[in-house]
């Protein structure tokens, strides 16, 4: 794919499990046709370091809820462009690193399946995303956030497969976990996010699966090339 591939102006929607590659699928996306990233997981994680750092958030994953949600309409997450990239910001302090380390992704879950976190974190999406010529990953946005989005992705892959790659991003930043405890994450994230009671994750009925278990990220963007072309009569 160009840089010149023409694509409508839409909103792409990539939802599906944790660690499908999601981000770094939509960021290649991105750099190729133009459009604005949007990480929807950041924001959720960026709540989850909030908390914890303020003690809103027990050991034991107990949650102050009232203090939290009178909290949020003051707590400035959003996105600016670093030397690396896209980087998330909490007011004027990077928070890329402090929240994808697992204490962070242990804390997640039980943070994002809060309403008062969720219309939070919608909020600022549609906010950005109201512009189009955005593609924004989660799990909710072809379903909740933007339901009439004009392309859905809907990604899945073995939870070993995600672990492992879970793993060798973890471990390229120095931490040091074990496999059995990723595994474990990942498992438990899928589970209490596709049970939760507010916008659990689930496949958007127009939504097109993507497994990824055994595709490079060069035969993904051959897939996403090939779907753009079917969907909007693009050569
Ligand atoms: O994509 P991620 O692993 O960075 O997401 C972190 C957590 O945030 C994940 O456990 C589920 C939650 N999340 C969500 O509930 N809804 C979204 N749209 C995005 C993330």
Request: hydrophobic residues 40%; glycine residues 8%; charged residues 30%.
């Amino acid at each position: 794919m160009n840089a010149q591939m023409h694509i409508p102006d839409i909103i792409i929607a990539i939802d599906g499990y944790s660690s499908t590659g999601k981000s770094s699928f939509a960021k290649l996306i991105a750099r190729e046709t133009g459009f604005l990233y949007l990480d929807s997981g950041a924001l959720y994680r960026g709540v989850t370091l909030y908390a914890i750092e303020n003690g809103l958030i027990s050991d034991d994953n107990t949650i102050d809820v009232e203090k939290l949600a009178g909290t949020l309409p003051g707590l400035d997450l959003h996105f600016e462009n670093g030397k690396d990239g896209c980087c998330t910001f909490m007011g004027d302090r990077c928070i890329e690193k402090e929240i994808r380390s697992l204490y962070v992704s242990g804390k997640v879950s039980p943070v994002s399946a809060l309403a008062q976190v969720r219309s939070y974190v919608d909020r600022q999406l549609r906010e950005l995303g109201s512009r189009k010529r955005v593609i924004i990953d989660g799990r909710d946005i072809g379903t909740t956030v933007f339901p009439d989005a004009e392309l859905k992705i809907f990604m899945t892959a073995d939870p070993e497969v995600r672990a492992m790659r879970r793993m060798k991003e973890m471990q390229a930043k120095g931490e040091d976990v074990d496999f059995k405890s990723v595994l474990n994450n990942v498992k438990e994230r899928d589970y209490i996010d596709s049970h939760r009671e507010v916008s659990p994750l689930a496949k958007a009925e127009d939504a097109v699966v993507l497994d990824n278990s055994d595709m490079t990220m060069e035969e993904q963007m051959v897939w996403f090339k090939d779907l753009i072309s079917r969907k909007f009569g693009i050569d």
